[in-house]
Nanobody, 120 residues
Framework: QVQLVESGGGLVQAGGSLRLSCAAS????????MGWYRQAPGRQRELVAA???????NYADSVKGRFTISRNSAKTTVYLQMNSLKPEDTGVYYC??????????????WGQGTQVTVSS
């Protein structure tokens, strides 16, 4: 199967920056897409930024111009550079990979989540 390990969350003041990382490992045959989601208290999980299967990027309107998603050449690690952070960016950030493991079927895999807290 596929395992995801996230790192990089923390507490930062408004206007500051953080960089999140998510590394995929396991018996991976193919990775289709990857992205970052977040969930604030009392709210539904929402897309923040993602790479599509075609390699293009999508961003939530609320983070355009401030956040940048990137990945390594092997497409096994995805990053989220977050600049000019705002208190409303606070939440638990999850990475998601859509991948096919050897001997398996295409499925979504989620990281364990990392807390991002932006103080005003």
């Amino acid at each position: 199967q596929v395992q995801l390990v996230e790192s990089g969350g923390g507490l930062v003041q408004a206007g500051g920056s953080l960089r999140l990382s998510c590394a995929a490992s396991g018996r991976i045959f193919s990775i289709k897409s990857m992205g970052w989601y977040r969930q604030a208290p009392g709210r539904q999980r929402e897309l923040v930024a993602a790479f599509t299967s075609g390699g293009t990027t999508n961003y939530a309107d609320s983070v355009k111009g401030r956040f940048t998603i990137s990945r390594n050449s092997a497409k096994t690690t995805v990053y989220l550079q977050m600049n000019s952070l705002k208190p409303e960016d606070t939440g638990v950030y999850y990475c998601k990979f859509t991948a096919i493991p050897y001997g398996g079927y295409e499925s979504d895999y989620w990281g364990q989540g990392t807390q991002v807290t932006v103080s005003s």
